[in-house]
């Protein structure tokens, strides 16, 4: 039995742990999957670089608008792939061959199992950790649906090396997942039929947001509201998807997606063995990012709910000073935003409206659409939106969820003027914006809400 200073179970964020400070420390690092961890093999990269063809290729589509008559082009679904896993596939290799070839840190692929709070078990191979950090990310839930053990399905972990696009294909799931990869397969040239539980997509945004992106994604795809799926059967041409209302008709599907949201693995870990307590399905961890074992650590999806890279990033930032200094220092990732990089895209960052009404917040609302700005109009945006919330006593952003393109990217200087306690006036006119920028839209709507507010 090796004894170690430090166990890392994880390769994603994890792997970043290790810095040079580390260099005199005996490190194990285990991975019961490929090197690098969800985000760089089957999640955010993957995935964001087969949406950035299906944005050239949405706006390829929509280019008559514009005056531009595109005709006779195709996408090389194999090629795309070969481009994109050519490129990733290395970066997983080479970091595990790195990470062998340090003196100090011992890489274990396999399963790793707690058999008590300094003990861990890989396959039949025993090791012990004077401190253990656990960042295993969180894995596709497979809903219960009669029949499905007995046909092939997709998960987000397998959809992007299919080795073929499917004329038809079937998503059970209505939320980022499932409209990150709707875009993808629709813009293909897929038949794309998502099926929802619920009567909308995106639920947890805000209701502006989603009445416009539900609207948006009807003319994609097969939309199909309170749709819940009781069994699934191979047919001779297909999958075929049978519902709890009899009323609805038989799908049938060639291939079939399962994006019922992610969950962490705690099972197979067995964390009872090492008394980490834990809370609707993720391990409880304090400012610190300590477990309730007092030398166990975890960070990313295993203990956040809202399972973001950047989240998970700066939680092993903090992981990675606590593990060697005796000054802790605290987890701060408030105010956590977020996108969904569908078309169109999302960003989001604070209260949503719904939700600052349900705590019965005093706030004002302000509004500006992208085809009111100047490069909007340019664009024939017609969809997208900037609406910021702020409380009309302080004048300080409340929330903030733009759609249409480059959300993501826009969505920061609201990011940065909720964390640092920036007024919407001081944002909105407190140094010059770029015109004719598609910013200008966020600083129009700065500027109605700072109208509002006292």
Not at 271 to 279: E, L
Not at 289 to 298: G, K, L, P, Q, S
Request: with cysteine.
């Amino acid at each position: 039995m090796t004894d170690f200073d430090v166990i890392i179970i994880g390769t994603g964020s994890g792997n970043t742990i290790i810095t040079p400070e580390f260099d005199d420390l005996n490190i194990a690092i285990i991975e019961k999957g490929t090197f690098g961890g969800t985000c760089l093999n089957r999640g955010c990269i993957p995935s964001k670089m087969l949406i950035y063809v299906a944005d050239v290729l949405t706006e390829i589509k929509r280019s008559g608008d514009l005056g531009i008559a595109a005709e006779n082009y195709s996408a090389n679904w194999q090629g795309i792939q070969e481009r994109i896993f050519s490129r990733i596939d290395p970066i997983a290799s080479a970091g595990e061959s790195y990470r062998h070839s340090l003196p100090n840190v011992t890489v274990f692929n396999g399963e790793a199992s707690f058999i008590s709070g300094d003990e861990i078990i890989i396959d039949d191979v025993i090791i012990t950790g004077k401190q253990i950090v656990i960042a295993t990310g969180a894995t596709p839930v497979i809903p219960e649906i009669d029949g499905l053990s007995k046909v092939s399905y997709h998960t987000s972990d397998t959809i992007m090396r299919i080795a073929e696009l499917p004329k038809r294909l079937g998503i059970i799931g209505g939320g980022y997942i499932a409209v990150e990869l709707a875009h993808v397969f629709s813009s293909f040239g897929c038949e794309v039929t998502m099926l929802v539980r619920g009567n909308t997509l995106i639920s947890k945004e805000d209701l502006s947001i989603r009445e416009r992106f539900n609207k948006v994604f009807q003319e994609k795809v097969d939309l199909r509201f309170e749709a819940t799926v009781s069994k699934v059967r191979q047919g001779s041409n297909g999958i075929r998807l049978n519902f709890e209302d009899e009323t609805l008709d038989v799908l049938e599907v060639d291939e079939l997606l399962l994006a019922t949201g992610r969950l962490p693995d705690l099972d197979s870990l067995k964390i009872r063995a090492a008394n980490i307590d834990t809370t609707d399905g993720y391990i409880v961890t304090d400012q610190y990012m300590r477990t309730t074992a007092d030398n166990i650590w975890a960070l990313g999806d295993v203990t956040n709910p809202a399972q973001l890279k950047h989240t998970a990033n700066a939680e092993a930032k903090i992981v990675s000073h606590n593990l060697i200094n005796k000054k802790l220092i605290k987890v701060d990732l408030d105010p956590t935003p977020h996108a969904i990089f569908s078309n169109p895209q999302v960003a989001s960052v604070g209260y949503t409206e719904q939700d600052a009404k349900a705590a019965e917040m005093q706030y004002v609302v302000a509004v500006e659409e992208y085809g009111d700005v100047a490069y909007g109009w340019a664009m024939e945006e017609k969809t997208g939106i900037c609406k910021v919330i702020a409380d009309p006593r302080t004048g300080l952003l409340i929330g903030a969820h733009i759609l249409g393109p480059q959300a993501s990217t826009l969505i920061h200087q609201l990011i940065q003027g909720m964390k640092f306690g920036q007024t919407v006036a001081e944002l909105a006119s407190g140094f010059l914006y770029v015109h004719p920028a598609l910013n200008e839209v966020v600083e129009n709507a700065l500027i109605k809400v700072a109208a509002l507010c006292e």
